[in-house]
């Protein structure tokens, strides 16, 4: 069980090794790679984390999980009378993680900290591309929001301050992935940052693989690379269908 | 149980597939309409994006037409020479109509723009469906004597060709419009047309009632088939698990409709029905009309 490889993981780290400035944290994923499958219905992320006892009482701990890069439009929807429209105006963001999850053991004041800003931790300091030639005020009006879209369709799961440290060593991280996530890579990092100075005194970090397998994948891939033929065998398959239905019946 | 639907790229759940399958088969089967007009507005209301509920209901169509097609080509009830005439017209304008999806798909506005045609046939269908079982249901009708058909100017237009079957010698011009129309609103709206295209071959061309049905049917499979086959090939929204779900449904649903149909005062589920047909016509304009919970919307591009 990973919990108890953690745990060994653990004693023999901190029982070999005296140097504590070298790695200070430590992780591992339950699941690395998840696959979008005929019965998928959205996947739980689960992150273990170790963190030196002897030094947790001044850290916090930043964990965040943040999706494959996508393009994307923003549009905005429209009232014209009294018909909401979607207007055909929209802002084209080049860049912009598709799924962004973040979680740690305590309050966060200054999200515009220059730490945060140098961990990328937070909405408000993710990599959007797109926004540069708008105004600040601007900038930060679409970043809400996207947050707001990000967050009704929960590919942004925040859970700050709700990060469980087990007797100040043993942490677990928990996130759930929508149904609808995209595959690719998603990045998975750890941070253990000092309180008192706000400086960064280790971080790790690993990959997840979220992908398309099985039969339903193969559909997908077949109706976009052989979309003509797909279209034929959809057709002739509808019509057997419908005739061996009817034959069925003339008999029963 | 969910299922994901690999090209809607989204779960639902198996059940209410089969389910809607089953209900919209199980009133085809009783009214002999092809049950698109309303399956289309439901998947919508499920989530489905609209261009992949239209495609995906083309081809559950065409699987449920076929064993109705064969059923009139056994008796031989179908006017082949018409059936032709309109497909000319149809098969043109549902390759149009796949490609009007396109460009609605492009400027993003086809969500909107389905919804509208929905609301509008729905509630002309829905409407007429109502008044006509309320009148059937108030007083018995009472027999009138008609001609065999009305002669209308449509029908002097020129390049007149006689329909043997049809007893007609009409113009081929207003069967290809009327083939035309169809065929834009099959590809664009996920229907058969049979609930416009039926009114119109009798009322418009006025021919014989026993022969409309087959050729409508005719028509309609020609349409659904090359819809299909566009839909795929152009905009890549035919999603096959999500209409073979629908057509398991469908074809135990229509053979339940059809035996219990002789049993059932047909007004009154004809009431039923338009009251159905109407309150999701209704669910669409509030759709429509409602201020949205978010403002913005994001599409991601792939």
Do not use: C
Not at chain 1, 146 to 172: C, D, P
Not at chain 2, 82 to 97: A, H, P, R, Y
């Amino acid at each position: 069980m990973i919990f108890v490889k953690i745990i060994f993981l653990l004693m023999f780290y901190f029982v070999t090794s005296n140097n504590l400035i070298a790695q200070n944290i430590l992780g591992d994923i339950a699941n690395k790679d998840i696959n979008i499958t005929a019965s998928f219905n959205g996947a739980k992320i689960v992150i273990y984390g170790v963190v030196d006892p002897k030094i947790y009482n001044y850290t916090n701990i930043y964990v965040s999980v943040v999706g494959p890069n996508i393009e994307a439009k923003l549009r905005k929807k429209v009232n014209r009378y009294g018909v909401w429209f979607l207007d055909n105006k929209y802002i084209n963001i080049n860049f912009i993680p598709s799924y962004y999850a973040i979680s740690s053991n305590n309050k966060i004041y200054n999200m515009s900290s220059s730490l945060f800003k140098s961990m990328e931790f937070g909405w408000s300091n993710i990599n959007i591309v797109g926004l540069e030639n708008k105004k600040d005020s601007e900038q930060n009006y679409y970043k809400k929001r996207l947050k707001e879209i990000y967050t009704e369709k929960q590919l942004y799961v925040s859970k700050l301050n709700e990060l469980n440290v087990i007797e100040n060593t043993l942490f677990r991280a928990e996130f759930n992935l929508p149904a609808i996530t995209p595959i690719g890579h998603y990045e998975v990092n750890m941070y253990l940052v000092n309180k008192n100075n706000s400086k960064l005194l280790s971080s790790w970090n690993d990959k997840i693989f979220v992908s398309k397998e099985g039969f339903s994948a193969d559909l997908y891939k077949y109706s976009q690379n052989n979309s003509l033929l797909y279209g034929i065998l959809a057709a002739i398959g509808a019509v057997l269908f419908g005739f061996f239905a009817s034959e069925i019946y003339r008999k029963i | 149980m969910d299922f994901y639907l690999p090209i809607a790229e989204l779960s639902v759940n198996i059940l209410v597939l089969i389910i809607l399958g089953l209900v919209v088969g199980f009133l085809s089967g009783m009214f002999g309409v092809g049950g698109g007009f309303l399956m289309t507005p439901l998947l919508m209301l499920l989530g489905i994006p609209p261009a992949v509920a239209v495609a995906s209901e083309a081809n559950h169509i065409l699987a449920a037409s076929v064993s109705g097609f064969l059923a009139h080509f056994r008796k031989k009830n179908i006017d082949f020479l018409m059936g032709f005439v309109l497909l000319t017209g149809g098969v043109s304008g549902s390759i149009i109509g796949v490609f009007l999806l396109k460009y609605l798909l492009s400027i993003g506005h086809e969500k909107f723009f389905i919804s509208f045609a929905y609301i509008f046939i729905l509630i002309f269908v829905g409407g007429s469906m109502l008044r006509e079982s309320l009148t059937s249901l108030g007083n018995i009708s009472i027999g009138k004597y008609k001609k065999l058909h009305e002669h209308i100017w449509l029908h002097g237009l020129p390049f007149k060709v006689k329909f043997r079957k049809s007893h007609l010698y009409i113009s081929i011009l207003p069967p290809i419009i009327i083939g035309f129309f169809i065929g834009i609103l099959s590809s664009l709206m996920g229907v058969g047309g049979g609930f416009i295209l039926v009114p119109a071959m009798i009322y418009i061309l006025g021919m014989p009632t026993q022969i409309v049905i087959g050729t409508s049917l005719l028509q309609i499979v020609f349409v659904t088939f090359i819809a299909t086959i566009m839909h795929s090939y152009i905009n890549q929204t035919v999603d096959i698990i999500l209409s073979s779900l629908l057509i398991v449904g469908a074809v135990f649903g229509a053979q339940i409709g059809s035996r219990i149909m002789g049993r059932l005062k047909a007004e009154q589920i004809r009431f039923l029905l338009s009251i159905l047909i109407i309150i999701v016509a209704l669910i669409l304009v509030l759709e429509l009309f409602i201020t949205p919970e978010n403002i913005y919307s994001l599409e991601f591009i792939k």
